[in-house]
């Protein structure tokens, strides 16, 4: 931890912790009853005495966002780096793709899980994947494309074959494109499979488990789930994160990243 | 979410590159990629149907000519069925046929809920919009409070909508205020962002210019960098447009609200086994209602700002 | 000694060169009928106002674009030919450096793509680092690194592999003058250590005359040569020759050349970098 790094999370840190006490505390002093935001140590309670179920949660909800993740960014990265290949396709199949990024995929939803049926992983890994498709396939084309025009004149002058564009300039020049989707991805893939369950799904899976604890007015429980679904969110978008500042240390020594 | 900057180093004064701008010819290919891609798809839709799905017979007078045709899939596995994907023509003809025995054609009644839902969204959008566009401002404002609170607007969208959705009608009781509540909670965030980014957007010789004005900072605000952000504002407005359907459709959904597509979705899924082209319907009009609002953004977008910005891209 | 003529060989031969943009009502005739021979070893300039084709030229002749009429040889092959033999070493104003890249791997970029052993790329660029003064730096990237730095860079990675002609457009056109003539200098040097032909775009008379062995003044509306300046400046090329009374004379000549051939008081054009300010007026309005 270098001290810029402190100042750049230390505020973030701070509020964190401000809150937390500031809830737990005022609830506590003025006696409230909260059940619809009960305190934070409650919850933190219910939490380890669910423990077992809400682990199967995770890891049943979990494996639906990463595969569908895995799927759709490798998909998409694919169908990407063909359209970017020839400008006829680029610019027929962007503009459509964009458009269906706007396509409400979630609706899809019971469509999967009458495929699928409502035990299996798969209706919600198909919904992830979709999600994901869009973003990360049309990012890949932009990165591919966006290429400063003197450099391609470069690469040009040193007749460089259609590979080596790709691999020497291309290629590097869509990375932070690239990652910048793998990041809306990462929290795309954990809130459709989430949701996604919503339609469906084993009864210890995150999305059911917070839908029947809520019904059955368990706020500390239904909580506890909803703050290890927001985890596994914030843990795969920090690993992309990790991922992008691994693969490319150039881009994250000039900028700050947040 | 950073921005996704141009890589390759170097401050040439001239234009880097000429953006073609999208004229008639441009246009024209955009159509037909569409043409294509529905086609296509189409085509492998039913083409799944021909070699794998269930047998079906064609039975019909057409313009005097009598049609009667009946198809066997070669295959036994069928991956195709009915059930699974319904004829597009089914889907098509679902719209046309009463939604209740002697009632108003279920598109008609679709176009009710699709608009119903659309007001929600709208709604949510626009309170969204404007908590990002607040939310923005304050942060470029304040470097402290972005170190401090932006890493939770990131984080925010982690939290699974749907996980807070029922709690939200719960504590706003169900009705379409929480269902707004909800639309406005996916669309501050993308607008929150890319208001950041635009209002930072500006040419820093720009800031220095007013600085000799000695301009305040609200004017610096109102005469550089609102105008400045204004791309980015959009870019983002049209990826809100299409959340905002999406959190209405799922509020809907958990809140119980009974006029829009939401409800529509839930209620045609659990009469799936008997009639599957109607949930198709429902969703097909979900899509639309989709790609209008983000359609009339972006037609906003052009008539606003025509020929006075460049296109800001990178941003999804 | 003077360097006005030089009898080597033919490396540059242009013939009647016209290139049209566009088509129809929007054509615009950015370069007709263009003669132009370059010798080995010389360095040419291309100077004329805003619009008048230099750049166009130069690209031409790397075959960057291709000519509307006319032909170009180089080394006595078309210019495409040329390009895929590996001929040109290409410097532009912005340096155009990867950021992914160390500064010693930006220079081993050509290389890579040529198909040079790891060694042997290692070898040169560490040359070219030596030779541009920046050894200190190799393992930088190029954004810790000033305009300046950065430019040198980019001829480094030009010169890398060893082009028979080097092609510049306007290297120099975003550094501050103090920059601008110790940058002079340095090319003056590493043209007299390499004898690589050079064919050198730029706005600035001084540049022009300090560097060149011809000097080719170009008008514009459309795109002619308008005269060609020999330089007969001693080789050696100092701060001293910077104040010598022949340098004054010659940069007089090019000055009223251009003069001559100006269409009107549109066609001028400030000199100098371009060092004010602007605002995005797009962003303005």
Redesign the interface.
């Known amino acids: 931890m270098t001290a810029s790094a402190i100042r750049e999370w230390l505020p973030a840190a701070v509020v964190f912790v401000v809150v937390l006490v500031a809830w737990e505390v005022s609830l506590l002093a003025f006696g409230i009853k909260s059940f619809l935001i009960p305190r934070p140590s409650v919850i933190a309670e219910s939490l380890v005495a669910d423990w077992s179920t809400l682990s199967r949660g995770v890891l049943f909800t979990g494996t639906e966002a990463v595969g569908g993740l895995v799927v759709g960014v490798g998909l998409g990265t694919i169908a990407g780096l063909a359209t970017a290949r020839w400008a006829t396709a680029r610019e027929m199949l962007l503009p459509v793709a964009v458009g269906a990024s706007t396509i409400p995929i979630i609706a899809f939803a019971p469509i999967t899980l009458n495929w699928f049926g409502p035990e299996s992983i798969l209706p919600r890994l198909t919904i992830v994947a979709l999600m994901v498709f869009f973003p990360v396939m049309i990012n890949t084309v932009r990165g591919l494309t966006n290429v400063?025009p003197?450099?391609l004149?470069?690469?040009?002058?040193?007749?460089?074959s259609q590979s080596?564009t790709l691999a020497?300039?291309r290629a590097?020049n869509a990375?932070p494109y690239w990652f910048t989707a793998l990041r809306i991805a990462t929290t795309l893939s954990v809130i459709g499979a989430v949701v996604g369950e919503f339609f469906g799904g084993p009864l210890y899976s995150l999305g059911i488990y917070i839908t029947l604890e809520t019904g059955h007015s368990r706020y500390p429980t239904a909580w506890a789930a909803i703050v290890l679904a927001c985890a596994m969110g914030i843990a795969l978008y920090l690993a992309a994160v990790a991922l992008e500042r691994l693969v490319?240390p150039?881009?994250s020594?000039?900028e700050i990243v947040r | 979410m950073t921005t996704a900057t141009r890589?390759?180093?170097?401050?040439?004064?001239?234009p880097?590159a000429i953006v073609e701008a999208p004229g008639g010819h441009s246009k024209r290919r955009q159509l037909a990629g569409l043409v294509i891609v529905l086609g296509a798809l189409v085509v492998l839709w039913e083409g799944t149907k021909w070699i794998a799905g269930d047998p079906w017979r064609i039975h019909a007078t057409i313009a005097g000519i009598g049609i009667d045709y009946e198809h066997f899939p070669p295959l036994k596995w069928r991956i195709a069925d009915d059930l699974s994907l319904p004829h597009v023509w089914d889907i098509v003809r679902a719209f046309v046929d009463p939604a209740q025995r002697g009632g108003a054609p279920l598109g008609a009644v679709l176009l009710g809920q699709a608009a119903f839902t659309f007001a929600e969204a709208l709604a949510g959008f626009v309170i969204g919009g404007l908590l990002g566009l607040g939310l923005g401002v304050f942060f470029v404002h304040s470097r402290l409070a972005e170190r401090a609170l932006v890493p939770y607007v990131v984080a925010s969208q982690t939290v699974p909508i749907l996980a807070i959705a029922p709690i939200v009608v719960v504590a706003i009781k169900a009705d379409w205020v929480s269902v707004m509540a909800v639309s406005a909670y996916l669309t501050f965030f993308p607008v929150t962002i890319a208001s950041l980014r635009g209002l930072r957007a500006?040419?820093p010789?720009?800031i220095?210019?007013f600085r000799s004005y000695a301009a305040t900072r609200r004017q610096v605000l109102w005469?550089?960098r609102l105008?400045?952000s204004v791309p980015y504002l959009f870019t983002a407005f049209r990826v809100a447009a299409a959340a905002s359907i999406i959190g209405a459709i799922i509020g809907e959904q958990t809140a119980g609200v009974a006029a829009g597509l939401g409800s529509a979705i839930i209620n045609y899924n659990q009469y799936y086994i008997s009639a599957p082209e109607r949930l198709w319907a429902t969703i097909v009009m979900s899509t639309f209602v989709g790609l209008f609002f983000v359609g009339a953004i972006t037609l906003a977008e052009t008539i606003l700002t025509r020929d006075?910005?460049?296109p800001v891209e990178g941003l999804l | 000694m003077t360097m006005d003529v030089r009898p080597g060989p033919v490396v540059v031969e242009a013939a009647g060169i016209g290139k049209i943009f566009g088509s129809g009502h929007a054509a615009v005739t950015a370069l007709e009928s263009i003669d132009l021979t370059i010798r080995q070893g010389e360095f040419v300039s291309l100077i004329g106002p805003s619009g008048c084709g230099k750049s166009t030229l130069l690209?031409l002749i790397?075959?960057?674009t291709a000519p509307t009429s006319g032909t170009i040889r180089v080394n006595g092959k078309p210019a495409e030919r040329a390009?895929?033999?590996?001929d040109?070493?290409?410097v532009?104003?912005?340096?155009?450096?990867?950021?992914?890249?160390t500064v010693a791997r930006n220079i081993e970029?050509?290389l890579?793509?040529?198909g040079f052993p790891a060694d042997e790329r290692r070898r040169r660029a560490g040359d070219l680092l030596r030779l541009v003064e920046l050894e200190a730096f190799a393992e930088r990237?190029?954004?810790e690194l000033s305009?300046g730095m950065?430019q040198r860079v980019a001829i480094a990675r030009a010169l890398s592999f060893d082009p028979k002609i080097l092609?510049m457009d306007e290297p120099f056109?975003?550094l501050d003058e103090m920059t601008r003539e110790r940058m002079n200098a340095e090319l003056m040097n590493i043209w007299q250590r390499t004898g690589t032909t050079i064919v050198f775009v730029t706005h600035s008379i001084p540049e022009a005359v300090f560097l060149s062995s011809r000097v080719v003044v170009m008008s514009a509306r459309p795109g002619r040569i308008a005269q060609v300046v020999n330089i007969d400046l001693p080789a050696e090329r100092s701060i001293e020759t910077r104040e010598s009374e022949r340098y004054f004379e010659l940069i007089t000549r090019v000055r009223e050349a251009l003069r001559r051939h100006e269409p009107g008081e549109e066609g001028s054009e400030p000199g100098g970098p371009?060092g004010t300010?602007?605002?995005?007026a797009?962003?303005?309005?």
């Open positions: 400063e003197a450099a004149e470069l690469l040009t002058s040193y007749a460089a080596q020497k300039l590097p990375l490319m150039w881009r020594a000039r | 890589s390759v180093r170097g401050a040439s004064p001239r880097a500006v040419d010789r720009a220095e210019l005469q550089l105008p400045t006075r910005y460049r | 690209r790397g075959d960057l390009r895929l033999d590996r040109y070493g290409m532009f104003q912005a340096p155009v450096l990867m950021d992914w890249r970029l050509p890579e793509i040529m990237h190029p954004w305009g950065q092609l056109g975003a371009a300010a602007r605002v995005r797009e962003g303005l309005a």
